[in-house]
T-cell receptor, first 114, second 110 residues
Framework: DTAVSQTPKYLVTQMGNDKSIKCEQN?????MYWYKQDSKKFLKIMFS???????INETVPNRFSPKSPDKAHLNLHINSLELGDSAVYFCASSLGGTNTGELFFGEGSRLTVL | GNSVTQMEGPVTLSEEAFLTINCTYTATGYPSLFWYVQYPGEGLQLLLK?????DKGSNKGFEATYRKETTSFHLEKGSVQVSDSAVYFCALINNNDMRFGAGTRLTVKP
């Protein structure tokens, strides 16, 4: 069983479209994250949820909206896609809470906006 | 705030060479420190960690020591292999806030 799974793995779409990426973890972790990795491999946190509650919301355009229906799922919806949104998006989870957490990452979802 | 700075790459080494990738951090309190590795086409995976000052994390021949006095967590390996070619990320977690360095690409040539 994959610990952190995200779908789709590849997504190619046109500017202006709306798309979603789904993430699920079966590790029983309390905290989930979305990270964006650009073409230079720089990894930037976007959001973090702890038990379905938003705890980190970095400076991300309002077009990005996370949704956590339960603590095992954290989906990312993107409205009005722009060229600059092209990147690999990684979902991750951790036990969270204390400073001893370690992250488990999904395999990434490569988004290409044309 | 919390942040991590690591040496810029890319780093290219011959097989069996010694590796050092520098990492320093800024944080309030007592963060835990990590090194993650990303192989081509994959997500990041934990390589090693240290949770308090003077702890040494080690795995697969890699080591890093948590130095609070120099706020550093440098990654070392005595003899690299071609299979170590990947991007390495230094990271910290502090009060549920996880921060990554910019990543250092390592290429090991036969």
């Amino acid at each position: 069983d994959t610990a952190v799974s995200q779908t789709p793995k590849y997504l190619v779409t046109q500017m202006g479209n709306d798309k979603s990426i789904k993430c699920e973890q079966n590790l029983g972790h309390d905290t989930m994250y979305w990270y964006k990795q650009d073409s230079k491999k720089f990894l930037k946190i976007m959001f973090s949820y702890n038990n379905k509650e938003l705890i980190i919301n970095e400076t991300v355009p309002n077009r990005f909206s996370p949704k956590s229906p339960d603590k095992a799922h954290l989906n990312l919806h993107i409205n009005s896609l722009e060229l600059g949104d092209s990147a690999v998006y990684f979902c991750a989870s951790s036990l969270g809470g204390t400073n001893t957490g370690e992250l488990f990452f999904g395999e990434g979802s490569r988004l290409t906006v044309l | 705030g919390n942040s991590v700075t690591q040496m810029e790459g890319p780093v290219t080494l011959s097989e069996e060479a010694f590796l050092t990738i520098n990492c320093t951090y800024t944080a309030t309190g007592y963060p835990s420190l990590f090194w993650y590795v990303q192989y081509p086409g994959e997500g990041l995976q934990l390589l090693l960690k240290a949770t308090k000052a003077d702890d040494k994390g080690s795995n697969k021949g890699f080591e890093a020591t948590y130095r609070k006095e120099t706020t550093s967590f440098h990654l070392e390996k005595g003899s690299v292999q071609v299979s170590d070619s990947a991007v390495y990320f230094c990271a910290l977690i502090n009060n549920n806030d996880m921060r990554f360095g910019a990543g250092t690409r390592l290429t090991v040539k036969p």
